[in-house]
């Protein structure tokens, strides 16, 4: 037996390899299928949906908002109803300036510069925190909600900050207008219900609007300074002055009542002597007092030139010399002529 | 496998007309249903609706408040004074019908009347008062007359404004550096007093210090005097009473006059002439006291 081969190779009839028309049916129908499987697995995903801490889910349902859902995971039916997610955390903007890209803070002059009461303009900046207090009307209340709460906050600031004077305004007065501008915010907010409310309000920068202005006022703090310097230094003057004064009074009066205290005592020791001489007086006068007598001669002689006169014209002439012992004038005297 | 095609040409149908046939109304909306262009109705509650489909068409305006911040104004107060109005309102259709038969419910058209409306309620009030009243006045009851005289001019239109609030009453920009060069002058001004008060301040202290200390030592000098005084009498007291008799006032007067020759006679120089008669001369001749 001869078996002879194909030389072109076995082949197999065209219509055998895609299978019976019953087969391809088949595989079409499986296309749709897969696409209803995912259909029902994005449906079945779609039904659950979870909410986070800060957030808040509000949920409609042809139109009609039926509930509103905070942290947690919720069903919902797929399709027909929906869910929209509102952002409840904080958020913070400034007012009256800007950050930009870099993170560097631009002053918006438009918006913080603005009139006080004493008819001064001042350059305040606020910064503002806010978030959603009422999600449903914050999705439906109004357009642009945002925009109305920073427009209502820009009249408030205007309103109040015009009630206060310049001064006020820098300084003591920046509590009261935080506090006041937000209570106006909240009326305002509630009033018009569009789902915001304002956490807190306080004032950043409050200065004079230009550098010029800024010199000036600083200028006044250098002269109140300058006043109470030239006040303590004029205390400084009285403080050296009276103590030095009283210590001087003092020494005069004290010199003084040394001097009446030794004149009394020099009038004492003359008393004294006085007495000592008049005791030995009283015991014999006549001679104490000649004795005196010569005694006090005895000092002056010695430096004296003295004349006798005795009514003529001769006159005698005693040396200074002695006294005491010789006496040639005596002689002469006599001689002179006595009477 | 010709009834599946129907079936599925039936399905489409079906869901496109049902499609059609529905609609929903969002909360704060208006829908306006219009059958060959005329509204026949306003559907303003929230939920699903039904309409003929295809015949009937809608059209959605919503309710909600709207913001309107007016373009800035140049206003004139009743003395002459300009200023520079920064307006926003507060808005919201109120009759859509009238809205989309006015305005086309356009937004756009609708600010432009509103702003036509405030700036003639801001002039009108603005030009009766004075800028001092305008800038005491800012409140509720500026706003209020604002928002009134505004809304009268839009009444036809459909809307309605809920306020209109003055965001900002500012000066024109000329004006503002005359109010810089101002508050530097008076700035300059308080510095120059302070100055001035400390100067007065401190020489009011000098002065008093120095007045004080004169009167010090004037009143030291004074009781100091009064003391040597004292001291003068004391001594004269003392003295006085120790010669207080006769013959002790004689002898002092003895010792004194010994003083007063030996102080007259002492220190050179000095001549004497006695008369011959003299005690001193009796003495020097040889005599002695013999009288006293």
Do not use: C
């Not at chain 1, 510069?113 to 008819?119: A, E, L, P, V, Y």
């Not at chain 2, 019908?97 to 305005?103: A, S």
């Not at chain 2, 007359?145 to 500012?170: P, Q």
């Amino acid at each position: 037996m001869i078996s002879i081969k194909n030389p072109f190779g076995d082949k197999k009839p065209k219509g055998d390899s895609q299978g019976t028309p019953k087969k391809r049916f088949r595989a079409l129908l499986m296309i749709p299928g897969v696409l209803l499987i995912l259909l029902i697995m994005v449906t079945a995903l779609g039904s659950f949906y979870r909410v986070d801490e800060q957030e808040v889910a509000v949920v409609t349902m042809f139109g009609n908002v039926i509930r509103t859902d905070t942290a947690g995971l919720y069903f919902k039916i797929p399709w027909i109803q929906q869910v929209h997610m509102v952002d409840t955390t904080t958020h913070g903007t400034g007012l009256g300036y800007a950050v930009n890209d870099d993170g560097q803070e631009f002053t918006i002059d438009t918006d913080s510069i603005m009139i006080t009461s004493d008819f001064n303009l001042i350059d305040i900046d606020f910064y503002m925190e806010y978030k959603v207090s009422d999600p449903v009307a914050y999705l439906y209340s109004a357009v642009q909600p945002e925009l109305i709460l920073k427009n209502i906050a820009m009249a408030s600031i205007r309103s109040t900050v015009i009630d206060y004077t310049v001064d006020d305004a820098m300084t003591t007065g920046k509590s009261q207008i935080q506090a006041e501008v937000k209570k106006k915010m909240q009326d305002a907010l509630a009033k018009w219900n569009v789902g915001l409310q304002v956490v807190n309000i306080t004032v950043q920068d409050a200065e004079p609007p230009t550098e010029d202005i800024v010199r000036a006022f600083k200028a006044v703090e250098t002269a109140k300074q300058g006043k109470d310097t030239a006040i303590n230094n004029a205390k400084k003057y009285q403080s050296e002055q009276v103590p030095a004064a009283e210590a001087a009074a003092d020494k005069i009066i004290h010199d003084a009542e040394a001097k009446k205290a030794s004149r009394i005592a020099e009038a004492e020791g003359q008393v004294a002597r006085f007495n000592a001489m008049y005791d030995q007086y009283k015991l014999n006068p006549l001679i104490t007092k000649q004795r005196l007598f010569y005694e006090s001669i005895e000092d002056v002689l010695p430096g004296l030139k003295v004349i006798i006169n005795n009514g003529n014209t001769t006159q005698t002439v005693y040396p200074l010399d002695s006294f005491t012992g010789t006496s040639p004038a005596n002689t002469e005297n006599q001689a002179g002529g006595e009477q | 496998m010709k009834k599946t095609g129907i079936f599925i040409i039936l399905a489409m149908i079906i869901v496109l007309l049902g499609g059609n046939m529905l609609y929903t109304v969002r909360p704060n909306e208006y829908v306006a249903v219009r059958q060959f262009g005329k509204i026949v109705k306003i559907e303003d509650s929230p939920g699903l609706k039904t309409k003929t489909p295809f015949i009937q068409n809608t059209q959605v305006i919503s309710a909600r408040t709207r913001l309107y911040d007016v373009p800035l104004s140049d206003v004139i107060t009743k003395d002459k004074k300009s200023m520079i109005a920064d307006n926003y309102v507060l808005w919201k259709v109120t009759d859509p019908t009238k809205y989309i038969r006015t305005l086309d419910a356009i937004n756009g058209r609708a600010e432009e009347r509103i702003e036509a409306a405030v700036y003639n309620a801001l002039k009108n009030v603005i030009s009766s008062m004075t800028q001092d009243e305008v800038i005491e006045a800012r409140g509720e009851k500026l706003t209020q007359l604002l928002t009134d005289e505004a809304n009268s001019d839009i009444g036809d239109y459909g809307i309605v404004i809920l306020t209109a609030e003055i965001k900002a009453l500012d000066l024109p920009d000329d004006n503002k550096s005359a109010v810089y060069d101002r508050m530097i002058s008076e700035r300059q001004n308080i510095a120059a007093s302070y100055t001035a008060q400390g100067e007065a301040s401190a020489q009011k202290i000098r002065n008093e210090t120095d007045k004080d200390v004169t009167v010090m030592k004037a009143d030291a000098n004074k009781q100091a005097e009064i003391l040597v005084a004292e001291g003068e009498a004391e001594y004269m007291k003392i003295l006085r009473e120790a010669y207080n008799t006769e013959d002790k006032a004689d002898f002092y007067n003895f010792l004194r006059s010994l003083d007063a020759l030996k102080g007259s006679l002492s220190g050179g120089n000095k001549t004497v002439i006695l008369d011959s008669d003299s005690e001193l001369a009796k003495i020097l001749n040889g005599e002695g006291l013999n009288q006293d």
